[in-house]
């Protein structure tokens, strides 16, 4: 390899200057939207025992439970796709908001068990356009050589909300009950809904980056992309990644409490400090810092390639957590694993608009997704399993590492050079 297989200055996309400040300011409304949206995640785990408490349920109940949202979830995500390209972010995010503020206030007033699986399927529905949508969002109102950091802004925007949602509805659960923890949530989900709709609008035509369809490129089938060898590095590489963030996020409290003999409300605080750390890697690793080296020249095969695998190595710190005895050692283990993850994050979520065929987009995120929602489902379900009948997390902990090493395999042997999928010919 010489070095102008690593340094390759590339043309660079001037934007209008006009828009400059409107587009910085959908990257932010797009990330405090992830922000509200991950509030309505973690109210679940924060509220475990509360729950078991409430309606009688088990370990491998609540892991039901947990992972209800991301069935509804993972089917929506190829129709979602379809419609992103057909109607646009703004039709789409208006309704999806909409829906997900009713489905949390109807979590808070269920009365049993399964009203509450249902108002969680009925979250899944509501949440499922929002990563696609903001990718779709992103590949519009910003040129490619400066994705890593609006991208990352959203995307880290789920990991500061698991930071500092998890004390917040922890306080709101332990002084006013995981009810009233739940309709706060409510709350703040219609209030990004009133936001949403009056603020975000898709750039006018002439100033779009990327991914408008034309005569010449016509809708693209999914079929089509499912030949794609790069659409299956996507999926598999971004589902090694959520099978571990969501394993953390739904049980990473219950760990620290039962594991580590640390009372409720200390396991709600000690939570944060991954979730902060992860929020740092994910803004400086895989934003700032892959924008730029980009605008140094360097490859962006090269770059986002060395970020993804580099991220991913760093998440199989979660099996330093499984020999710790302290809380300490095990928070720094897993500091590691989703401080080195969050950093591949945003990169995989710039990856559907840098490879997908022009005006598809929306598909090959929903395909992305509907792999990362396979392994959101799988991972609550699975770690209940295995803490409810062995009592300890030493194996669902040890899980992940296989996924990890596939996922690396999928970026680099199919996902490959980091280039637009050849639009199918026409007839």
């Known amino acids: 390899m010489t070095k102008s297989d690593l340094i390759r200055p590339s043309p660079r996309s001037t934007p209008p200057r006009a828009n400059v400040r409107a587009r910085w300011n959908i990257a932010f409304l797009l990330g405090f939207g992830v922000l509200i949206n991950f509030f309505d995640r973690v109210n679940l785990s924060v509220a475990h025992d509360a729950l078991r408490s409430t309606f009688r349920i088990d370990e491998v109940a609540f892991g039901y439970l947990a992972g209800a949202y991301n069935w509804t979830y993972a089917a929506c995500q190829l129709p979602i796709g379809a419609l992103l390209d057909a109607v646009g972010v703004a039709v789409v995010g208006r309704i999806g908001s909409f829906v997900w503020g009713i489905a949390t206030l109807a979590a808070a007033v269920s009365p049993t068990y399964g009203t509450l699986f249902a108002s ?134 219950t760990y620290l409490a039962v594991t580590l003999h640390i009372n409720l409300m200390h396991s709600f605080l000690y939570t944060g400090v991954p979730w902060l750390i992860a929020t740092a890697t994910d803004l400086i690793g895989g934003g700032w810092l892959v924008d730029t080296l980009m605008r140094r020249g360097f490859s962006s095969t090269i770059v986002r390639q060395a970020i993804l695998i580099a991220g991913m190595l760093l998440g199989m710190g979660l099996l330093g957590a499984v020999h710790s005895t302290t809380p300490g050692t095990a928070l720094l283990w897993i500091s590691v694993s989703i401080g080195g993850l969050a950093a591949a994050a945003p990169v995989s979520w710039s990856l559907p608009a840098l490879v997908a065929p022009p005006g598809a987009v929306g598909r090959v995120a929903g395909i992305m997704n509907l792999s990362s929602q396979i392994s959101a489902i799988a991972a609550p379900v699975i770690t209940g399993y295995l803490y409810g009948h062995t009592r300890s997390f030493a194996i669902a902990f040890s899980v992940p590492a296989i996924y990890l090493f596939a996922g690396i395999a999928g970026y680099i042997f199919l996902l490959g050079c980091i280039e637009p999928i050849p639009a199918p010919t026409l007839p």
């Open 120 to 253: 969680r399927m009925l979250l899944g529905i509501g949440e499922s356009p929002i990563f696609p949508a903001n990718a779709k969002a992103i590949g519009l109102w910003f040129p490619p050589e400066e994705r890593g950091l609006p991208t990352a802004i959203f995307d880290a925007a789920a990991k500061f909300s698991t930071a500092i949602g998890v004390p917040i509805i922890g306080v709101l659960l332990l002084y006013a009950g995981w009810r009233w923890a739940f309709a706060a949530t409510a709350l703040t989900s219609f209030l990004y809904f009133a936001i949403f709709y009056f603020v975000y609008r898709d750039p006018p035509p002439g100033q779009r980056y990327g991914d408008t369809a034309d005569e010449r490129h016509p809708a693209v089938p999914f079929l089509y992309l499912l030949r794609q060898r790069k659409v299956y590095g996507l999926f598999i590489g971004y589902g090694a990644y959520n099978y571990v963030f969501y394993l953390l996020l739904t049980w990473l409290p």
